[in-house]
């Protein structure tokens, strides 16, 4: 973790583990769920510079998603496939025991040459939960737990003999042996954090090293970074961000406003509308209303974490730009989506990613300072 204002913005993927792409529609997606398609996509993402992945936890079938892969096992193939890619697993509290996962994710660090990394989401989906029979916590419940979940990670990762009295867990002398590697500017894999409602950002204020949003424009994503690093800065830390967008680079601003039209007009409206009541059980559930989804359209929903929001569609000039201007709003990860993974990702290594190093150069030259979280 670079403390220069200047650090590069960094690049992640969704990784593609449950079935139907990354959008509710019809439109055709040469994109593939299978571990085949994803070593593939993992070696090309590496090379053409994306630093992280992030999987996608989902223990059952929903809106458009019929076949899913689990995340921590899927994320360690990626991870033993590749040299350089980090891979966040998406984890939720209430399925797993933190200090067992803790053991797990330190495995992995040690078996990847420490790229291991987690992704804490705390739920929208109430269904899966009655089905796998764990009882469905009221939201900011679910985030008080994901707030303990996450201080048992880094105490399994920090301390011998840890001690940990909460609600939900409890450690009495848990030595975790081997702890995950320790390496410069990372001394423990990085935490990561799903969620936009208020709980959320308090808790990331509180113990996240990463926050991550929904697609959002240019103010939705400064208020929530402005409320995120002022939440962190009472507690003495720093907190980095994240945000979604789902990208549709072409040659020209046409093609590509032509290719979001007919993935909109080929949607899925029946899963889309079942997925819009779902998450209805996220931000909208709590009394002020704020948080993922709160105020999505029925066209925002079509990528369903609102990606079509962040507008990284156009030509690969105007992404890099839009890109470079979130980056000086503070945001230091881009998270990735695309209609045909393998063709795309490689467009975006040749054709968008030179610009936007170029431009950051730029920057760096006039001394343009970046971000507001000390990236
Ligand atoms: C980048 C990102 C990835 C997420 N991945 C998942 C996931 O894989 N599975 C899941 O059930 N929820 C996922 N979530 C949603 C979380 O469950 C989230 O905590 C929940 O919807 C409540 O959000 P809220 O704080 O806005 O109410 C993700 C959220 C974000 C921002």
Request: glycine fraction near 8%; aromatic fraction near 12%; avoid cysteine.
């Amino acid at each position: 973790m670079s403390s220069s204002p200047y650090a590069p913005l960094q690049f992640a993927y969704w990784v593609p583990n449950v079935s139907g792409g990354l959008v509710t529609s019809e439109i055709e997606q040469r994109t593939d769920w299978s571990y085949d398609y994803n070593k593939k996509l993992a070696i090309l993402a590496e090379n053409n510079g994306f630093d992280y992945a992030l999987s996608q936890v989902r223990y059952m079938a929903s809106y458009g998603a019929a076949y899913q892969q689990e995340s921590t096992s899927f994320s360690l193939a990626l991870l033993l496939a590749t040299e350089r890619l980090k891979v966040i697993a998406a984890v939720h509290p209430g399925f797993w025991q933190p200090a067992v996962l803790a053991k797990l994710l330190s495995t992995v660090d040690h078996l990847s040459g420490g790229r291991a990394a987690v992704n804490v989401v705390s739920g929208w989906f109430k269904g899966e939960f009655t089905a796998l029979g764990e009882p469905w916590l009221e939201h900011d419940e679910r985030y008080r737990r994901a707030e303990e979940f996450i201080q048992v990670l880094r105490k399994s990762w920090t301390e011998d003999n840890a001690q940990f009295a909460g609600d939900f867990y409890r450690l009495r002398g848990y030595d975790l042996k081997p702890k995950p590697l320790d390496l410069p500017g990372r001394p423990t894999p990085e935490i990561f954090q799903g969620g936009n409602s208020t709980a959320a950002r308090a808790m990331a204020g509180r113990v996240s090293d990463w926050y991550f949003s929904n697609g959002k424009d240019f103010d939705g994503i400064t208020e929530q970074i402005e409320e995120v690093s002022a939440a962190a800065q009472v507690h003495g830390r720093t907190v980095k961000f994240g945000l979604n967008g789902f990208l549709i680079a072409r040659d020209t601003e046409k093609e590509a406003k032509e290719t979001l039209r007919e993935i909109v007009a080929k949607a899925n409206v029946e899963a889309v509308h079942g997925f819009r009541d779902a998450v209805a059980q996220a931000g909208r559930s709590t009394s002020d209303k704020k948080g993922m989804w709160a105020d999505s359209s029925f066209e925002d929903l079509v990528q369903y974490n609102d990606g079509f929001k962040t507008k990284l569609i156009g030509s690969p000039e105007q992404i890099a730009e839009r890109a470079i201007e979130y980056k000086k709003r503070g945001v230091n990860l881009l998270l990735t989506g695309f209609l045909h993974y393998l063709e795309e990702v490689e467009y975006f290594g040749k054709n968008v990613l030179p610009i936007v190093r170029e431009l950051e150069a730029e920057l760096e030259r006039k001394e343009i300072p970046v971000g507001v979280a000390g990236a």
